[in-house]
């Protein structure tokens, strides 16, 4: 059984940083290519960021890119997502995925 498990978020305020990760369990982590997407409140999910667990090549929203960053430790089956000079509109629930398949989530709360 696939399960995603995110963990990290918080609340924080803006200009600080946060660490969220997931752990994959029951499918063969290095051949996954896994995301994090977002969805804030009242909208739909938003995708911020992919990486490929087989070599490690990484992509990024515009909204992502030069403040986060993804990395995987295969050995873990974890995923990191290290985001950085956070603002109230990266505010919303964080989810990593692979294939169709989502976790919980964790919140994520940008606020003075």
């Known amino acids: 059984q696939v399960q995603l498990v995110e963990s990290g978020g918080g609340v924080v305020q803006p200009g600080g940083s946060l660490r969220l990760s997931c752990v994959v369990s029951?499918?063969?982590?290095?051949?996954?290519?896994v995301s994090w997407v977002r969805q804030a409140p009242g909208k739909g999910l938003e995708w911020m960021c992919s990486?490929?667990?087989?070599?490690?090549?990484?992509t990024y929203s515009d909204a992502a890119k030069g403040r986060f960053i993804v990395s995987s430790v295969n050995a873990k089956n974890t995923v990191y997502l290290q985001m950085n000079n956070l603002n109230p509109k990266d505010t919303g629930m964080y989810y990593c995925q692979t294939a169709a398949l989502r976790g919980q989530g964790t919140q994520v709360t940008v606020s003075s």
């Open positions: 990486i490929n667990n087989l070599d490690g090549n990484s």
């Open positions: 029951g499918v063969t982590f290095i051949k996954r290519t």
